[in-house]
């Protein structure tokens, strides 16, 4: 099965700061891979994927993401970090379940937290 | 248009009971899907609908029952709740049959407390 790792339960850094949120990889096959990012008490929002092609990955409100196949790596980047980033982050990847469906496999998840 | 509603926000359920979850997209979305969120486990796959007519249990199925009783509606049931299905359900859906490597867009959530 494939699996996602997210090493930090949380991140803090300074509004203005470049942010990294960590994620490494676990797959059989090409690895498929998103972003979501979930405010508080909300749904899951979805930030960016990598299916194929370029390594850097442009998503939504400034987010990108380096696809690293050596270090089996996905880090969400931000140049500029914004108070309002503050959220908790998930990485996912693609999975095939036994019935032949796709599904998403998530990691436990990173709160980032961007103080003044 | 709304993406994915769910309903209701919030539940307060007694060991024993049932309730029923619902879910629906205006997307035309072909796959459906029902997660759990609990702490530091990030999020569970309870049961999936590749296309309507089909369901398909995840990986966390025991005590829940599912429902594609149409293209928009996905509706999740639990028949006795117990304490250990206190969580955050989230329903999705994406665009194709089986879902590929399609985005997953989320529902706003239903939190769930059984007591």
């Known amino acids: 099965a494939q699996s996602v790792a997210q090493p930090e339960d949380q991140v803090n850094v300074a509004e203005g700061n470049p942010l990294t949120v960590k994620c490494t990889y676990s797959?059989?096959?090409?690895?498929?891979l998103f972003w979501y990012v979930q405010y508080p008490n909300r749904g899951l929002q979805f930030l960016l994927k990598y299916i194929t092609g370029d390594n850097l990955v442009k998503g939504s409100y400034g987010f990108e993401a380096e696809f690293n196949k050596s270090q089996t790596s996905f880090h969400l980047k931000k140049p500029s970090a914004l108070v309002s980033d503050s959220a908790l982050y998930f990485c996912?990847?693609?999975?095939?379940?036994?019935?032949?469906?796709?599904?998403?496999?998530f990691g436990t998840g990173t709160q980032l937290k961007v103080e003044l | 248009n709304a993406g994915v509603t769910q309903t209701p926000k919030f539940q307060v359920l007694k060991t024993g009971q049932s309730m029923t979850l619902q879910c629906a997209q205006d997307m035309n979305h072909n796959s459906m899907y029902w997660y759990r969120q609990d702490p530091g486990m990030g999020l569970r796959l309870i049961y999936y609908s590749a296309s309507e007519g089909t369901t398909d249990k995840g990986e966390v199925p025991n005590g829940y029952n599912v429902s594609r009783l149409n293209k928009r509606e996905f509706s999740l049931r639990l028949e006795s709740a117990a304490p250990s299905q206190t969580s955050v359900y989230f329903c999705a859906s994406s665009e194709r049959p089986s879902g590929g490597t399609d985005t997953q867009y989320f529902g706003p959530g239903t939190r769930l407390t059984v007591l």
């Open positions: 797959v059989s096959g090409n690895p498929y």
């Open positions: 996912a990847v693609r999975d095939i379940w036994t019935g032949g469906g796709n599904k998403l496999t």
